[in-house]
């Protein structure tokens, strides 16, 4: 039996510093892959740096100069960092689901660890340091341990990676008239493969879909509908071809659509 405290270590969640969490994480992938207890994850997982309201952090500078750069780095790290949590805290807390829907996650996993990392490294480029600013945890707070496996799909990687794509083809666009090369090249490598990421949300909702006998065509709205109250609003534009090339049907990039204008008018019922 693995001790306790060996057990939670394994899993990543306790670790506060940034790059012992990647190097924890890739040397546990037969623990992960072959884990068949469920565990039990914390509120918020450790940080080492300060943890704030996103109200509550200070402004951004714009793109022109190295310290707006370097904050929309950080920015984009927090995300790729939670991003990577999820990961393990789905194959944590579903350790029944299908061996190769988790080896497909598992790679998945690794890659959000490498665009971390690929974050960080550009950051310190630029003369700044991870902890520089504050970060938040509400991509990880959208998830609870009473999700489905269909909802987790859904909530993760077809919607909060899914919107993703939309904010980083805005952020592609904002840096074309910028002299940052490099940051323009690591913001595109990971939007290029955030695709790929994200196809992976779109086949196994319809597979998962599929074995619990649901149709996934009237499946997404309704299921959407129960879960918006939970979701961060996204009101960057939805970017089509993105969309339409990591699985989604024109039915579900016309529910997005609504549910974005929904989040830009005053009075809506989507509105948090």
Request: glycine content about 6%; charged content about 30%; some cysteine.
């Amino acid at each position: 039996m693995v001790p306790c405290a060996s057990f939670k270590l394994m899993w990543a969640f306790d670790t506060a510093n940034v790059f012992e969490k990647i190097q924890v994480l890739r040397r546990n992938a037969d623990f992960a892959l072959n884990n068949r207890t469920k565990v039990e994850v914390p509120f918020i997982p450790a940080r080492d740096a300060e943890v704030l309201e996103f109200k509550l952090h200070p402004a951004k500078k714009g793109f022109s100069g190295k310290e707006g750069q370097a904050r929309m780095l950080h920015d984009l790290a927090s995300i790729e960092l939670q991003a990577m949590e999820l990961g393990i805290r789905t194959l944590a807390e579903f350790p029944e689901a299908p061996q190769e829907f988790k080896e497909e996650l598992w790679k998945i996993t690794l890659s959000e660890s490498e665009h971390l990392e690929m974050c960080l490294t550009e950051i310190q480029s630029l003369g700044f340091n991870w902890g520089d600013w504050p970060v938040n945890c509400g991509l990880w707070t959208c998830v609870t341990p009473e999700d489905s496996l269909i909802d987790r799909v859904l909530i993760v990687h077809r919607y909060l990676e899914g919107s993703g794509l939309d904010a980083g083809d805005t952020l592609i666009k904002r840096l074309a008239g910028v002299d940052a090369r490099s940051v323009q090249k690591a913001v595109q490598i990971i939007n290029q493969e955030e695709v790929g990421h994200v196809l992976f949300g779109s086949e196994w909702y319809v597979k998962l879909c599929n074995t619990e006998r649901i149709d996934p065509s009237s499946d997404f709205t309704e299921r959407m509908n129960r879960l918006r109250a939970v979701l961060p609003k996204r009101i960057n534009p939805i970017n089509h071809d993105l969309r339409k090339r990591s699985g989604f049907t024109p039915e579900e990039i016309l529910y997005l659509e609504k549910l974005r204008e929904s989040f830009l008018e005053k009075d809506s019922p989507f509105k948090k």
